[in-house]
T-cell receptor
Framework: SQQGEEDPQALSIQEGENATMNCSYK?????LQWYRQNSGRGLVHLILIRSNEREKHSGRLRVTLDTSKKSSSLLITASRAADTASYFC?????????????FGEGTQLTVNP | DTEVTQTPKHLVMGMTNKKSLKCEQH?????MYWYKQKAKKPPELMFVYSYEKLSINESVPSRFSPECPNSSLLNLHLHALQPEDSALYLCASSQDAEHNYGYTFGSGTRLTVV
């Protein structure tokens, strides 16, 4: 079952602008991860934030995590046309059978040149 | 080698056919996963293998049969599929199922059942 909800479902911006995507989840997590998927291709791991972290940066990416609100946001600064893709948050909820990653519904980002 | 390789990239099969999807990684990862993704939807977990043993089966119909011959290979055997099984099938791996530092995904197999 999917436990993540992302908003917006679709986002269209101009090159150079910032893009913010939000993710909410329902259960306790060990970590939350963001992935990018170009059309019809495999997913690429972008960044991981642990449940005891509040903010993390990687290049033009900034991720925040609020475990009290069970939400996370992904900020892409100075966007480029090449950032056009679907972005998914994924939660790692440790279970007795081991780790499993559950994906949110995703945000389709379009960056216009 | 930091890749997960999936073959074939595209597959069209009839409902009476038997086919197999293959996945290979040489990163020394000990957990491997099969996900199914329908158009405009997120990936849905099907199976998890940890140290070559099946640890999670998400109530997947028996017409999908996973196999992990060794720590580098993961197969998904398909038999008597339905048109609604048409989807992108993604394989992924991670260091192990206990320590999730992020999954490495293959490019997927686009499956069409006719």
């Amino acid at each position: 079952s999917q436990q993540g909800e992302e908003d917006p479902q679709a986002l269209s911006i101009q090159e150079g602008e910032n893009a913010t995507m939000n993710c909410s989840y329902k259960t306790s997590i060990n970590n939350l991860q963001w992935y990018r998927q170009n059309s019809g291709r495999g997913l690429v791991h972008l960044i991981l934030i642990r449940s005891n972290e509040r903010e993390k940066h990687s290049g033009r990416l900034r991720v925040t995590l609020d475990t009290s609100k069970k939400s996370s946001s992904l900020l892409i600064t100075a966007s480029r046309a090449a950032d056009t893709a679907s972005y998914f948050c994924a939660t790692d909820a440790r279970e007795t059978s081991g780790s499993r990653l559950t994906f949110g519904e995703g945000t389709q980002l379009t960056v216009n040149p | 080698d930091t890749e997960v390789t999936q073959t074939p990239k595209h597959l069209v099969m009839g409902m009476t056919n038997k086919k197999s999807l293959k996945c290979e990684q040489h990163m020394g990862h000990r957990a491997m996963y099969w996900y199914k993704q329908k158009a405009k939807k997120p990936p849905e977990l099907m199976f998890v293998y940890s140290y070559e043993k099946l640890s999670i089966n998400e109530s997947v119909p028996s017409r999908f049969s996973p196999e992990c011959p060794n720590s580098s290979l993961l197969n998904l055997h398909l038999h008597a599929l339905q048109p609604e099984d048409s989807a992108l099938y993604l394989c992924a791996s991670s260091q192990d199922a206990e320590h999730n530092y992020g999954y490495t995904f293959g490019s997927g197999t686009r499956l069409t059942v006719v």
